[in-house]
Nanobody, 116 residues
Framework: QVELVESGGGLVQAGGSLRLSCAAS????????MSWYRQAPGKERELVAV????????NYVNSVKGRFTIFRDNAKNTVYLHMNSLKPEDTAVYYC?????????WGQGTQVIVSS
């Protein structure tokens, strides 16, 4: 079965960096786009970044452009989100998402807290 397992969250000061990882299994990873979402307390879940398959082209929500980078390692079935210049407003639970043959799968999430 499809499984997505995030890791790498934590507490960081504003201006710091974190790298999130999402290890995928149960499907042919290289064939599917992968996404990172986040949900802050009291807010709706929002799309942060998405990366396509072999071309690796990516798109970002405006609020993270120039600070976050999504990339993937198809050999390791892993997608990453490297986050620089973190701000308190980046505080959220970050989720990995994959849509596999029309079914949307989510990881359990990893908490990121950015202190001011």
């Amino acid at each position: 079965q499809v499984e997505l397992v995030e890791s790498g969250g934590g507490l960081v000061q504003a201006g710091g960096s974190l790298r999130l990882s999402c290890a995928a299994s149960g499907f042919t990873f290289s064939m599917y786009a992968m996404s990172w979402y986040r949900q802050a307390p009291g807010k709706e879940r929002e799309l942060v970044a998405v990366i396509t398959t072999t071309s690796g082209s990516a798109n970002y929500v405006n609020s993270v452009k120039g600070r976050f980078t999504i990339f993937r390692d198809n050999a390791k079935n892993t997608v990453y989100l490297h986050m620089n210049s973190l701000k308190p407003e980046d505080t959220a639970v970050y989720y990995c998402q994959a849509a596999v043959t029309g079914v949307v799968y989510w990881g359990q999430g990893t908490q990121v807290i950015v202190s001011s």
